[in-house]
C-alpha cells in the first residue's frame, strides 16, 4: 500500500515568517494529494489539494508544488499568522484510499 | 460542500459495551469512509462502506470489532464493539465529493472507554 512521510513533525514560525511542510510518498500511482488543517478538537479541514498533471498551484498565501519523479510534494504557507497554528496533514491516493502523513504541528509565534 | 453530521458528538462508554456512531450526508455518496485518530496521531482508515455491499476493512480491523451498515446512499453507521480503553479515539467518517470538493469528513465522535 502507499506509504506517505511527512516533516517536520513540528514547526515553530515567528508571525509573518513562512512555513514549509514536506511530504513523500511511494506509490507511483498515487495521482492526488490534498492538505488537510486540523485544529484542536475540529474535523480536519481541506485546505488545498494537487493532482498529478499539475507542479503547483497557489491559493492566496498557500500553495503547493509537486515532483512526481521525486515523488515528494510540499506545502508553503507564506506570511504566517496565529491562526495558522493547527496541525497539518498530507494525503495521497493511489486508488480511492486516502493514506495520510503523520502530521505537522505548526505553531507562529506572536 | 456536502454536510455530513456525526452522532453523538462524544461519550464516555463502559469497557466491555458497544457504541453505535452514525453518519448522515446531506447528498447522495457511493463511499463511504470510517477513521480512527487516536490523541495526537494521524487519521487511520478503518473500512470502506459502500451500499449494498460488505464493507471493505483495512489491515487491522475486522468486522466483529467493527460493524458497519451502508442501508442507503446517504447513511452508514459504525459500531465500535466489546471495547477497551484502547479504543479511545476520535472516529470520523468522510465521503468522496469529486474533483470538486475533494474528500470531505464528519465532525467526529470523541470515544472515551472507561
Known amino acids: 500500500g502507499e506509504n506517505v512521510e511527512q516533516h517536520p513533525s513540528t514547526l515553530s514560525v515567528q508571525e509573518g515568517d513562512s512555513a514549509v511542510i514536506k511530504c513523500t510518498y511511494s506509490d507511483s500511482a498515487s495521482n492526488y494529494f490534498p492538505w488537510y488543517k486540523q485544529e484542536l478538537g475540529k474535523r480536519p479541514q481541506l485546505i488545498i489539494d494537487i493532482r498529478s498533471n499539475v507542479g503547483e498551484k497557489k491559493d492566496q498565501r498557500i500553495a503547493v508544488t509537486l515532483n512526481k519523479t521525486a515523488k515528494h510534494f510540499s506545502l508553503h504557507i507564506t506570511e504566517t499568522q496565529p491562526e495558522d497554528s493547527a496541525v497539518y496533514f498530507c494525503?495521497?491516493?493511489?486508488?480511492?484510499?486516502?493514506?495520510f502523513g503523520a502530521g505537522t504541528t505548526v505553531t507562529v509565534r506572536a | 460542500s456536502a454536510v455530513i453530521s456525526q452522532k453523538p458528538s462524544r461519550d464516555i462508554c463502559q469497557r466491555g459495551t458497544s457504541l453505535t456512531i452514525q453518519c448522515q450526508v446531506d447528498s447522495q455518496v457511493t463511499m463511504m469512509f470510517w477513521y480512527r485518530q487516536q490523541p495526537g496521531q494521524s487519521l487511520t482508515l478503518i473500512a470502506t462502506?459502500?451500499?449494498?455491499?460488505?464493507?471493505?476493512?483495512e489491515s487491522g480491523f475486522v468486522i466483529d470489532k467493527f460493524p458497519i451498515s451502508r442501508p442507503n446512499l446517504t447513511f452508514s453507521t459504525l459500531t465500535v464493539s466489546n471495547m477497551s480503553p484502547e479504543d479511545s479515539s476520535i472516529y470520523l467518517c468522510?465521503?468522496?465529493?469529486?474533483?470538486?470538493?475533494?474528500?470531505?469528513f464528519g465532525s467526529g465522535t470523541r470515544l472515551t472507554v472507561v
Open positions: 468522510s465521503v468522496d465529493e469529486g474533483s470538486r470538493y475533494g474528500y470531505t
Open positions: 462502506a459502500n451500499q449494498g455491499s460488505e464493507a471493505t476493512y
Open positions: 494525503a495521497a491516493l493511489p486508488d480511492y484510499k486516502l493514506s
